[in-house]
């Protein structure tokens, strides 16, 4: 809705720079107006958003309509009175606070102080690393697992002589009958016992000087594997009873094994790693230092022996005529220190 006020003989704004008088085609007015004949026009001419730039004289009769928020067109509205709102506005611009500028050289001084002392510190941190990159222990950890048999393997050789072969593989199909049977009635079960392949050969004998004999012979062997280790030692002592009977029988020794052995040499494995680093850390602890990462490390042969043995060999042990046994590690590792 449009404003209504009062055409006064003059108007001006105050504090306010005289700025787009060109474009609105005003002048300066050639007398200065008084403070009363400004007042009269600048509460209603304010409420305006270009009113507050431009200033000057109404037309002296009737009443002005001002459309809220727009200021009219300047073709008819009288000149400016730059000689009252000018010095106004320089003074008014004088006086405004002025922003302090922030010390720019002592910002950039304390950047370089800032930069130099973290240059410094990666740099001696550098020599140092450098310094003591070759610093090494090397130590040797060794363990022990004590493992049981929990399966056991047992063969018998059964080899008669016969004058032919015939009667030679007559003979051992009945001799390995008895020893079948003599070892199913001992507990061992049918399941657990196997043939190997007949083999044959030939023996001569020199009686005299022109006279010879030729036997043969026909072997065959019955092998055990059962986890019954218990009656496979029991049965092994009554072999004799087969001899008395004429059974040509060749028991061999008791093998001892253990399903388990693999899981025990990576368990030795690992506590022989541990105590390499245990080690290293009781030396390092004493000569004031620091254990830093492992740089490289070495294993040793297992050596399955008997319990509580200490026989070692080069190429390593395999035990397989004790029912216990220890399972050795050895392991050489080479750490860094850190001074």
């Known amino acids: 809705m449009p404003h209504r006020v009062r055409r006064e003989e003059s108007a001006a704004l105050v504090c306010e720079s005289l700025r787009d008088l060109a474009r609105r085609r005003l002048q300066p007015c ?166 190997s392949v007949v083999q044959t050969s030939t023996i001569v004998t020199r009686l005299s000087k022109h006279r010879l004999r030729t036997r043969y012979s026909v072997s065959q062997e019955v092998e055990v594997s059962t986890r019954q280790i218990d009656v496979v030692e029991a049965t092994a002592t009554r072999i004799g009873q087969l001899l008395e009977r004429g059974v040509d029988v060749s028991p061999s020794p008791i093998q001892y094994l253990s399903t388990e052995l693999t899981k025990a040499k990576l368990d030795a494995l690992a506590a022989a790693t541990e105590e390499a680093r245990h080690r290293a850390e009781i030396l390092i602890h004493g000569l004031g230092g620091k254990l830093g990462r492992m740089r490289n490390s070495s294993q040793g042969v297992f050596q399955v022996t008997p319990r509580d043995s200490t026989e070692v060999s080069d190429y390593g042990i395999s035990d397989t005529s004790s029912r216990e046994k220890d399972v050795n590690a050895v392991v050489s590792a080479t750490f860094d220190v850190k001074r």
């Open 30 to 195: 050639p007398r200065a107006l008084s403070f009363a004949e400004l007042r009269s026009a600048r509460g209603p001419v304010r409420e305006h958003s270009r009113a507050r730039r431009l200033a000057g004289r109404l037309a002296p009769q009737g009443v002005a309509q001002i459309p809220k928020g727009r200021f009219p067109e300047a073709a008819g509205i009288p000149s400016l009175n730059r000689r009252v709102t000018g010095p106004r506005h320089r003074r008014a611009v004088e006086q405004r606070p002025r922003q302090l500028a922030l010390p720019e050289l002592f910002l950039g001084l304390t950047a370089i102080a800032v930069a130099v002392v973290l240059t410094a510190h990666i740099f001696a941190g550098t020599i140092h690393d450098v310094r003591h990159s070759r610093d090494t222990l090397s130590v040797t950890g060794s363990a022990r697992v004590p493992i049981d048999a929990n399966l056991a393997r047992w063969s018998l050789a059964v080899a008669p002589q016969a004058s032919s072969r015939a009667k030679a593989a007559r003979q051992l199909r009945r001799e390995s009958a008895y020893v079948r049977d003599f070892l199913r009635k001992a507990g061992i079960p049918s399941t657990a016992i196997s043939l």
